[in-house]
């Protein structure tokens, strides 16, 4: 599909109006569309209509499904059946398939479970292991009385497949349009789910079931977790004390003898022979660590109040350690002994829950891609406005693809689907939505970033991916870091993700391309010479660093800066005379006059600075003089022109005198947004600059390896700080210098319904 330059998608704005009992249907295909952009219509109408405030049934199942499959410590990723393809009126929907590739419906056994029929699915349900089957399935026994358990094989339960079914008819009946029976929506019942809607209480037994296996398998990882953390935390204390070959349980045991365990710092226990009068403050040393000496005291009952202080004064700083037998390296041993029996039994569960998750994963995911798409159906539903015997549904939707949604929806009975052109409709204002080709489409963040166009207004992204790829690639003229840095950006957008990674390709090969131009590769000047020599050149074409070719860049930067804003008023004049605008596109400083009056202060200046032959009188009275006063006058020569009434200034001295001060500024604006410009070709000779200083550097070190690590280095860092000064400077030019004469981006962005942004 060709793109029109500078264009914007045209919209078409649909009415859609139909008996209460279709709204579901109708809901769900504008949904599957993909296409439909719904706008409030309550908003616009009154009397009879009333807002939709029922709560979403669907959305609290979606959660507990998504919560559950969280806590396997997976991220629950699924395509909905909006991303697999589904349209209205292109075929039907795609069957989802389980794991093994067996296509799920009605007839298909879950697991090992057997056949079943249609109206068997609440029963199947049913049929599905308990948590109490699948813990005993791990190994655990059941409690007393609860008779004797079959093991379970994890990877044939299948808990999800039966929901998946019902989910997979629901959401049929949905599109196709017949009737569901579904309860009202009510107060919640335990689970906050409406109680009287058959089949979302399939889904909350089934679920439950799920939560509950979870809940009793999370508890025991939580258990098993507590014990490794006890052992560990318990051999990680005795073993300062494992030299100390005395049982300690007979010394806790003694009824007249206090035991203290601890440590003190190594100068403290080094003093406690100074004690020695008292016959009870002895330290038992056992290791040292950490600048601390680790040991215990002992002393009778009677005297360890005193024996405490004196060790307190000694900062020794005691440590509960956990109850043993025996020594603290028998203790030691079984304590390992206990962690490595507890780390397997630990192991063996996350095993067996992972064996879990793989079975399910895929049919939990189906289920959650069906009741994303009707929890999102049902949230479409408020987007429209309830009468007692019907609804009415308004939205956007592109050209191209609106007729195919009106005859989806009028193969529904009981709804009626009218297209207006935007201009036909004043309640609503469009929405933009984007179309450029394959190199611009990745600038269309950066002109988001500023604001989206209007509808009525160019797409400027076409502009922007020319002048920001040109910008960069002059600022940033090298062959070999212009690649590198091409390489980064494919890596972040492959990979990454990351949107800025296409822009940052476009980019670096336009560095590359200049580079080539001014023989510069990872800051070395004159590697090229021979290439531009066979290729019947003298040298390199622009040689940076001379004299000339500095005035030459700089006075090239200014000339760019000079056309971008001839092109920038242009642009804006042309938007303006087809918003039938004309008193602004004439009289405006980036309108008609203003563009004259910068012509001719462009070719005044020239004859000034240049000396070139231009006919001065014409250029002051035709091109200077008479813009001006033209823009000194214009908005009361635009209000005559457009044949307003109210064309007279109230206060002519007042805005006589206001228009004198927006003149000089007008001026100001043009020769400050020209010169900006210089910083084009500053950034070449900076670059330049710089890498000279790394080369400098890496001959004084004598080359080498030593040079080569200073070169590396200085790449390293030129790339990161000058693409990111060079990013933000083309990205300032285009905001400040371009962006200011003809572009408002106070649009609002076109985000049909289901769409993953919905910021």
Partial sequence: MKHRVMSITKMKFVS??????????????????????????????????????????????????????????????????????????????????????????????????????????GSLVDKLPSSEDVLHSFGWQPEEGAGSLQPVELDKLRYFEALDIETEKLWRAKFTGMQVTEAPAE?????????????????????????????????????????????????????????????????WSAKF????????????????????????????????????AWGMYV???????????????????????????????????????????????????????KLFWDAEYESCMSVCAKLHMLAEAFNLRRAAARAKDGYLLFGWVPEKEAQSLSDS???????????????????FTPPTKLKNSWFARPYEFLVSMFGMPCYDEIDPTPLVAITY????????????????????????????????????????????????????VFGYE???????????????????????????????????????????????????????????????????AGLVLYLGLILLVLGLVIDIPVPTPVIM?????????????GEPLGRLVERRRDWMPEKWGEFLLQGIFEMFESILSYMTNTVSFVRVGAFVLVHAGMMMVFTTIAEMVGGGFAGAVVMIFGNLLVIALEGLLVGVQSMRLEYYELFSRFYSGSGREFKPAGSADKD
């Fill in 526 to 592: 004159h590697l090229l010479d021979g290439l531009y020599r066979k290729l019947g050149f003298d040298g390199k074409p622009i040689e940076v660093m001379e004299s000339g070719s500095i005035m030459l860049i700089l006075g090239s930067a200014i000339g760019l800066g000079v056309v971008l804003l001839i092109v920038a008023m242009a642009l804006n004049i042309y938007i303006l005379m087809r918003k039938a605008e004309y008193g602004p596109a004439l009289f405006s400083t980036n309108g008609l």
């Fill in 16 to 121: 859609i109006s139909g008996t209460a009992s279709t709204l579901d249907a109708v809901t769900m295909r504008c949904l599957l569309s993909g296409s439909f952009q719904p706008e409030t219509a309550i908003g616009s109408l009154s009397g009879r209509y009333y807002r939709i405030n029922e709560d979403n049934p669907y959305a609290a199942y979606l959660s507990r499904i998504t919560e559950a499959v969280k806590s396997s410590g997976r991220e629950p990723v699924y395509e909905t059946m909006l991303a697999q393809g589904t349209r209205p009126g292109k075929g039907k929907q795609k069957p989802s398939y389980s794991k093994a590739g067996q296509k799920n419906n009605a007839h298909y056994a879950a697991g090992n479970l057997g056949p079943f029929e249609e109206g068997e699915i």
């Fill in 187 to 251: 107060k919640p019942s335990g689970e906050g789910q409406p109680a009287a809607d058959p089949l979302l209480q399939k889904y909350d037994r089934c679920i439950k079931k799920v939560e509950k296996l979870i809940t009793a398998l999370r508890e025991e990882q939580a258990k098993l977790q507590a014990e490794l953390d006890r052992c560990k935390d318990s051999i990680e204390q005795l073993r300062h004390f494992e030299s100390l070959d005395v049982d300690v349980s007979a010394l």
């Fill in 469 to 520: 790829t040109l910008f960069f690639g002059i600022m940033f003229a090298d062959l070999g870091q212009g690649l590198v840095l091409a390489l980064v950006g494919y890596i972040m957008g492959k990979y990454m993700k990351n949107r800025l990674g296409p822009i940052l390709v476009r980019c670096g090969i336009s560095g590359a391309l200049f580079g080539l131009l001014v023989g510069s």
């Fill in 299 to 353: 002393a009778p009952a009677s005297e360890i109040d005193e024996v405490d202080r004196i060790f307190a004064a000694l900062f020794f700083e005691r440590l509960r350690i956990p109850d043993i037998t025996g020594s603290p390296k028998d203790a030691i041993k079984r304590l390992r002994e206990e962690y490595e029996a507890t780390k397997a039994k630990a192991d063996e569960l996350n095993k067996k829950l």
């Fill in 257 to 292: 003898l206090k035991l203290r365990f601890g440590r003190m710092p190594i100068a403290s226990a080094n003093e406690v022979d100074a004690y020695n009068k008292n016959p009870y403050v002895e330290f038992f040393r056992c290791s040292e660590e950490g600048g601390y």
């Fill in 409 to 427: 929806l009028h193969e529904l009975r009981g709804v009626e689907v009218k297209l207006d052109n935007p201009g036909q409709v004043e309640r």
């Fill in 621 to 633: 009275w035709a091109m200077i003089i008479l813009p001006a006063v033209l823009i000194w006058l």
